[in-house]
Protein backbone atom coordinates (compact mmCIF):
# COMPACT_ATOMS: atom_id res chain seq x y z
CA UNK A 1 0.00 0.00 0.00
CA UNK A 2 1.11 3.50 -0.86
CA UNK A 3 1.85 5.87 2.13
CA UNK A 4 3.45 8.96 0.31
CA UNK A 5 7.18 10.22 -0.12
CA UNK A 6 8.70 8.99 2.62
CA UNK A 7 11.57 11.56 2.73
CA UNK A 8 9.11 14.04 3.54
CA UNK A 9 8.72 12.34 6.92
CA UNK A 10 12.60 11.52 7.65
CA UNK A 11 12.62 12.10 11.24
CA UNK A 12 9.94 9.08 11.51
CA UNK A 13 11.35 7.01 8.44
CA UNK A 14 14.94 6.59 10.05
CA UNK A 15 14.17 5.08 13.30
CA UNK A 16 11.90 2.56 11.24
CA UNK A 17 14.69 1.46 9.44
CA UNK A 18 17.04 1.98 12.34
CA UNK A 19 14.44 -1.15 13.45
CA UNK A 20 15.00 -3.08 11.07
CA UNK A 21 18.87 -3.09 10.65
CA UNK A 22 19.71 -3.55 14.20
CA UNK A 23 20.88 -6.49 15.72
CA UNK A 24 18.43 -6.05 19.01
CA UNK A 25 15.45 -5.77 16.15
CA UNK A 26 14.62 -7.79 12.96
CA UNK A 27 18.81 -7.87 12.36
CA UNK A 28 18.06 -7.46 8.18
CA UNK A 29 20.84 -6.67 6.09
CA UNK A 30 21.91 -3.40 4.48
CA UNK A 31 20.91 -5.09 1.26
CA UNK A 32 17.48 -5.98 2.28
CA UNK A 33 15.85 -3.34 3.53
CA UNK A 34 14.71 -0.75 0.56
CA UNK A 35 13.73 2.85 0.98
CA UNK A 36 11.57 3.89 -2.10
CA UNK A 37 11.59 7.65 -3.19
CA UNK A 38 10.13 9.59 -6.22
CA UNK A 39 13.59 11.43 -6.25
CA UNK A 40 13.45 13.73 -3.54
CA UNK A 41 17.21 14.55 -4.04
CA UNK A 42 17.80 16.46 -0.10
CA UNK A 43 16.46 13.71 1.07
CA UNK A 44 18.34 11.19 -0.55
CA UNK A 45 21.63 13.19 0.55
CA UNK A 46 20.93 13.46 3.84
CA UNK A 47 20.15 9.49 3.62
CA UNK A 48 23.42 8.58 2.78
CA UNK A 49 24.97 10.46 5.69
CA UNK A 50 22.38 8.80 8.12
CA UNK A 51 21.64 5.20 7.40
CA UNK A 52 22.86 2.20 5.27
CA UNK A 53 19.78 1.11 3.57
CA UNK A 54 19.13 0.06 -0.13
CA UNK A 55 17.94 2.94 -2.33
CA UNK A 56 14.21 2.47 -5.09
CA UNK A 57 14.18 5.49 -7.41
CA UNK A 58 10.86 5.83 -9.36
CA UNK A 59 12.40 6.85 -12.95
CA UNK A 60 9.85 6.43 -15.45
CA UNK A 61 11.77 8.36 -18.15
CA UNK A 62 15.26 9.15 -19.39
CA UNK A 63 14.84 12.58 -20.53
CA UNK A 64 13.28 15.69 -18.03
CA UNK A 65 10.22 16.57 -20.76
CA UNK A 66 8.90 13.51 -20.38
CA UNK A 67 9.66 12.41 -16.63
CA UNK A 68 8.16 16.21 -15.62
CA UNK A 69 4.83 14.77 -17.15
CA UNK A 70 4.74 11.22 -15.07
CA UNK A 71 7.10 12.34 -12.36
CA UNK A 72 6.16 16.10 -11.07
CA UNK A 73 8.55 16.21 -8.67
CA UNK A 74 11.04 16.34 -11.43
CA UNK A 75 10.46 19.98 -12.20
CA UNK A 76 12.40 20.85 -8.91
CA UNK A 77 15.07 18.18 -9.19
CA UNK A 78 16.10 17.43 -12.85
CA UNK A 79 17.60 13.94 -13.48
CA UNK A 80 20.81 15.36 -13.48
CA UNK A 81 20.99 16.46 -10.21
CA UNK A 82 18.90 13.15 -9.07
CA UNK A 83 21.83 11.29 -11.18
CA UNK A 84 24.37 13.13 -8.98
CA UNK A 85 22.86 12.27 -5.79
CA UNK A 86 22.13 8.76 -6.61
CA UNK A 87 25.99 8.19 -8.08
CA UNK A 88 27.16 9.44 -4.43
CA UNK A 89 24.75 7.16 -2.09
CA UNK A 90 26.50 4.31 -4.37
CA UNK A 91 29.82 5.44 -4.48
CA UNK A 92 32.96 3.20 -3.60
CA UNK A 93 32.81 4.99 -0.03
CA UNK A 94 29.10 3.84 0.74
CA UNK A 95 28.66 0.67 -1.30
CA UNK A 96 25.04 1.01 -1.42
CA UNK A 97 22.62 -0.23 -4.13
CA UNK A 98 20.37 2.02 -5.68
CA UNK A 99 17.32 0.44 -8.03
CA UNK A 100 15.86 2.14 -11.05
CA UNK A 101 11.82 1.73 -11.47
CA UNK A 102 10.79 2.02 -14.72
CA UNK A 103 7.03 1.38 -15.45
CA UNK A 104 6.59 0.67 -19.04
CA UNK A 105 3.49 2.59 -20.60
CA UNK A 106 2.86 1.80 -24.43
CA UNK A 107 3.55 4.41 -26.96
CA UNK A 108 5.34 6.82 -24.07
CA UNK A 109 8.30 5.61 -22.64
CA UNK A 110 9.04 2.48 -24.50
CA UNK A 111 10.45 3.07 -27.41
CA UNK A 112 13.70 2.30 -28.78
CA UNK A 113 15.03 5.75 -28.13
CA UNK A 114 14.39 5.74 -24.99
CA UNK A 115 16.02 2.64 -24.20
CA UNK A 116 19.50 4.00 -25.53
CA UNK A 117 18.92 7.15 -23.87
CA UNK A 118 17.99 5.04 -20.41
CA UNK A 119 21.85 3.06 -21.77
CA UNK A 120 23.61 6.79 -21.88
CA UNK A 121 22.08 7.77 -18.67
CA UNK A 122 22.88 4.88 -16.15
CA UNK A 123 25.77 2.83 -17.72
CA UNK A 124 28.19 4.80 -15.65
CA UNK A 125 26.42 4.43 -12.24
CA UNK A 126 26.63 0.73 -10.63
CA UNK A 127 22.50 -0.14 -10.42
CA UNK A 128 19.41 -2.37 -11.25
CA UNK A 129 16.73 -1.08 -13.94
CA UNK A 130 13.42 -2.72 -12.67
CA UNK A 131 10.99 -2.65 -15.24
CA UNK A 132 7.18 -2.45 -14.24
CA UNK A 133 4.60 -3.80 -16.73
CA UNK A 134 2.00 -0.60 -16.44
CA UNK A 135 -1.31 -1.81 -14.65
CA UNK A 136 -4.16 -0.27 -16.08
CA UNK A 137 -6.95 1.17 -14.42
CA UNK A 138 -11.04 2.85 -15.07
CA UNK A 139 -10.48 6.42 -16.55
CA UNK A 140 -6.92 6.34 -17.01
CA UNK A 141 -5.39 6.93 -20.54
CA UNK A 142 -2.72 4.78 -20.13
CA UNK A 143 -2.31 1.20 -20.98
CA UNK A 144 0.57 -1.19 -20.43
CA UNK A 145 2.78 -1.74 -23.35
CA UNK A 146 2.74 -5.50 -25.04
CA UNK A 147 4.51 -8.06 -23.87
CA UNK A 148 6.76 -8.10 -27.01
CA UNK A 149 7.70 -4.53 -26.69
CA UNK A 150 8.85 -5.12 -23.04
CA UNK A 151 10.91 -8.11 -24.08
CA UNK A 152 12.34 -6.22 -26.97
CA UNK A 153 12.83 -3.13 -24.67
CA UNK A 154 14.80 -5.10 -22.30
CA UNK A 155 17.03 -6.78 -24.63
CA UNK A 156 18.10 -3.54 -25.74
CA UNK A 157 19.23 -2.73 -21.94
CA UNK A 158 20.88 -5.69 -21.04
CA UNK A 159 22.92 -5.74 -24.82
CA UNK A 160 24.82 -2.89 -23.83
CA UNK A 161 25.58 -3.71 -20.49
CA UNK A 162 22.54 -2.38 -18.24
CA UNK A 163 21.31 -5.25 -15.47
CA UNK A 164 17.16 -4.96 -16.80
CA UNK A 165 14.87 -7.22 -14.84
CA UNK A 166 10.80 -7.04 -15.46
CA UNK A 167 8.31 -7.48 -12.06
CA UNK A 168 5.71 -9.75 -13.00
CA UNK A 169 2.02 -8.13 -12.92
CA UNK A 170 -0.02 -9.67 -10.57
CA UNK A 171 -3.43 -9.41 -9.27
CA UNK A 172 -4.50 -8.22 -12.80
CA UNK A 173 -8.15 -9.73 -12.38
CA UNK A 174 -8.81 -8.23 -9.00
CA UNK A 175 -7.02 -4.46 -9.99
CA UNK A 176 -4.83 -5.35 -7.09
CA UNK A 177 -2.74 -1.90 -7.06
CA UNK A 178 -2.97 1.23 -5.54
CA UNK A 179 -4.95 2.72 -8.50
CA UNK A 180 -6.41 0.18 -9.52
CA UNK A 181 -7.75 0.12 -5.43
CA UNK A 182 -8.97 3.65 -5.51
CA UNK A 183 -10.42 4.01 -9.44
CA UNK A 184 -12.99 1.03 -7.84
CA UNK A 185 -13.58 3.36 -5.04
CA UNK A 186 -14.18 6.34 -6.75
CA UNK A 187 -16.45 4.13 -9.02
CA UNK A 188 -18.66 2.95 -5.72
CA UNK A 189 -18.85 6.33 -4.23
CA UNK A 190 -19.91 7.32 -6.99
CA UNK A 191 -22.62 5.17 -7.18
CA UNK A 192 -23.00 5.47 -3.64
CA UNK A 193 -23.75 9.56 -4.09
CA UNK A 194 -26.17 8.65 -7.26
CA UNK A 195 -28.07 6.60 -5.64
CA UNK A 196 -28.59 8.90 -2.48
CA UNK A 197 -29.93 11.40 -5.09
CA UNK A 198 -32.59 9.31 -6.81
CA UNK A 199 -33.88 8.21 -3.54
CA UNK A 200 -34.05 11.64 -1.92
CA UNK A 201 -35.85 12.58 -5.45
CA UNK A 202 -38.19 9.94 -4.81
CA UNK A 203 -38.99 11.39 -1.34
CA UNK A 204 -38.16 7.50 -0.07
Do not use: W
Amino acid sequence: MGMGEPLLNFDAVVPALSLLRNDLGFGFAAKRVTLSTAGLVPGIDRLRDTIDVALAVSLHAPEDSLRETLVPLNRKYPIKELMRSCAEYVSDKHKRTVTFEYTLIDGVNDHPEHARKLVKLLRRLPSKLNLIPFNPFPGNEFQRSPADTIRRFQGRLRERGLVATTRRTRGDDIDAACGQLAGRFQDRTRRRDRGLAVTQAAGV
